[in-house]
């Protein structure tokens, strides 16, 4: 179980890394952000999405380290 959650999460920290630091925010901008997030996301330019991925990504990494932890 907990080495499903490592992969889980490396998945999640892969496709977080294409948003903030490649041209993921870029591709995603517009409607394409609504089918991969939701439909309030087709709204947001590219540097809000790369905050909410940031902001997404803390807390999934403090919520995955408490959950790592906690045993």
């Not at 920290?13 to 394409?32: M, P, Q, R, T």
Request: hydrophobic share 70%.
């Amino acid at each position: 179980m907990t080495l499903l959650l490592v992969i889980l999460f490396l998945a999640y920290s892969a496709f977080c890394w294409w948003i903030v630091f490649w041209d993921g925010a870029e591709v995603l901008e517009g409607w394409k952000a609504a089918l991969v997030f939701d439909w309030a996301a087709a709204a947001l330019t590219a540097s809000e999405l790369r905050f909410g991925t940031v902001v997404s990504w803390l807390v999934a990494l403090i919520l995955g380290l408490i959950t790592y932890f906690s045993g």
